[in-house]
């Protein structure tokens, strides 16, 4: 009996047999083959052999230091290979004791990225990329992308992941929320990796910033540095530097979101040079609640105004007018500003921004305060001015200025299309889901996202918070300084 065999799909009935009568219909029958005991054992040995070789390679150092004790076991007795283990522990554990944060660092998270590579990604990364719709499957064979590393830190895992050819980060944006909850984090963001074609996937765990921040302790004049002055933390535990010379800084966030917290923050950081005489803070507080209680401190130092009926944008116009004669004086002299006691670095707060440029029931202040503030905002970095504006509505229609802060961060928003209005588009596909802050104070006061200027990537950061105490200290400080000094 003859048989011919056909190029079919896998699992259906390719073999016929052949039949003298042309017109007699198929009979369809799955073909047998019968392969030799032997040849079946000796295939299963290799695959069992290369999944061993396998395994070795990816762990080879347990993988050495278990041969290795084997090894010493059996040539000197076990209690040779038990001593050493006790002896490793305990260097280990006087390591931990006496400086934890190396110990961590070489030996700590290493091991539990590696632990959790095994025991969370790698096993569970087929089915979550089919689920989220990351894998790919051509001629019925499955493409899935790869696990490149995976570094652990004490809140955040962040995995380096080789994409397949043709996909690109936003197909990872869009299913960022289906990765979180695959792999057991309370979010997921997408970053850009190390070279073309792979992107970072940072899973947090834990917050790290669950809790207040407090009031960051007074440092020597010496020690401020204007292009970063710490006024808080970041979500991977490092401070939180907020850059003043040759900036402007737009705050935005609803109401209890945290902005005094961030104002104050700049204020204490920089309080050791003000009875020094290189900055001067000048202060504008619509509200007269925020900034009041600071006032003696403005005043000593620079300029206070909450003056309704004009005061406040005088204070501006003047501020834009030492600008302007600032500039003059340096033309063809300087291009690069430094403080000092002639020329001090000028920081012009102004709490709810919108009461000026918006809401302010007079038309001709708000043109005099929108013509002021476009004057220092795009031509005041150079010459040591810098704006810092706060305000809760984050709509152009609000202020149309927005574009002249380089430096904006986000608090708590109402809506999540304002996050893409204040640091700009894409932000919130990036992971900045300021609109998702909670609204406890204890939780989510002060905590934020802004643009560090080494990464386009936005940043979670908390602001340390400054109570009335501290505020009062600052202001016995700094006046009681100035007084001893006259």
Request: some cysteine.
């Amino acid at each position: 009996m003859a048989w011919e065999f056909r190029k079919l799909g896998p699992g259906e009935n390719i073999a016929v047999e052949a039949a003298d009568d042309p017109f007699a219909p198929p009979k369809w029958a799955p073909p047998v083959w019968h392969m030799p005991e032997g040849l079946v054992l000796l295939v299963n040995a290799l695959r069992g052999l290369l999944a061993l070789v396998v395994f070795c390679v990816r762990n080879i150092i347990p993988v050495s230091l278990a041969g290795g004790l084997a090894w010493l076991g059996h040539s000197y007795g076990w209690p040779v290979p038990v001593g050493l283990v006790i002896l490793a522990g305990a260097g280990l554990g006087a390591w931990y004791v006496a400086d934890r944060a190396s110990f961590l660092r070489w030996v700590g998270w290493p091991v539990r990225s590696r632990w959790r590579l095994v025991r969370v990604y790698r096993r569970d990364w087929q089915p979550v990329m089919v689920t989220a719709g990351l894998s790919r499957t051509h001629k019925r064979r499955e493409y899935l992308p790869a696990i490149v590393k995976v570094r652990c830190g004490p809140t955040t895992d962040r995995v380096l992941v080789r994409m397949l050819k043709g996909q690109a980060p936003d197909a990872w944006e869009a299913v960022a929320a289906n990765l979180a909850h695959g792999f057991g984090a309370s979010l997921c963001r997408v970053r850009s990796g190390d070279r073309p074609g792979r992107v970072w996937l940072e899973f947090v765990r834990k917050d790290a910033l669950a809790t207040p921040v407090p009031a960051l302790p007074l440092v020597d004049a010496a020690e401020v540095d204007l292009s970063g002055v710490p006024v808080g933390r970041c979500e991977d535990g490092s401070p939180w530097r907020l850059r003043l010379l040759g900036t402007h800084v737009l705050i935005a966030g609803a109401t209890g979101a945290g902005k005094g917290s961030v104002l104050w923050s700049v204020v204490r950081a920089v309080l050791p040079l003000m009875p020094a005489g290189l900055v001067e803070v000048w202060a504008i507080d619509p509200k007269r609640m925020e900034l009041s209680f600071g006032r003696a401190l403005f005043e000593r130092y620079g300029r206070y105004s909450s003056d309704p009926d004009g005061g406040m944008v005088a204070l501006l116009e003047d501020a834009a007018a030492d600008m302007n004669a600032r500039a003059e004086r340096f033309a063809g002299v300087t291009r690069s500003f430094a403080p000092s006691h002639e020329h001090p670095f000028r920081i012009i707060i102004v709490d709810e921004l919108a009461f000026l440029t918006a809401y302010c029931p007079s038309k001709d202040l708000r043109r005099r305060a929108e013509s002021a503030l476009a004057i220092l905002t795009s031509q005041g970095r150079s010459v040591g001015y810098c704006v810092i504006g706060a305000q809760q509505d984050a709509r152009k229609e609000v202020n149309n200025l927005r574009n002249l802060f380089p430096t904006r961060i986000a608090l708590r928003l109402d809506e999540d299309e304002q996050v893409d209005m204040v640091l700009g588009d894409g932000s919130r596909d990036r992971g900045a889901f300021a609109d998702q802050i909670s609204p406890v104070p204890e939780i989510g006061a002060g905590v934020g996202f802004v643009r560090l200027e080494t990464s386009p990537d936005p940043v979670r950061v908390r602001a340390a918070y400054v109570s009335d105490d501290d505020i009062r200290h600052m202001v016995a400080l700094g006046v009681g300084e100035s007084g001893e000094a006259a």
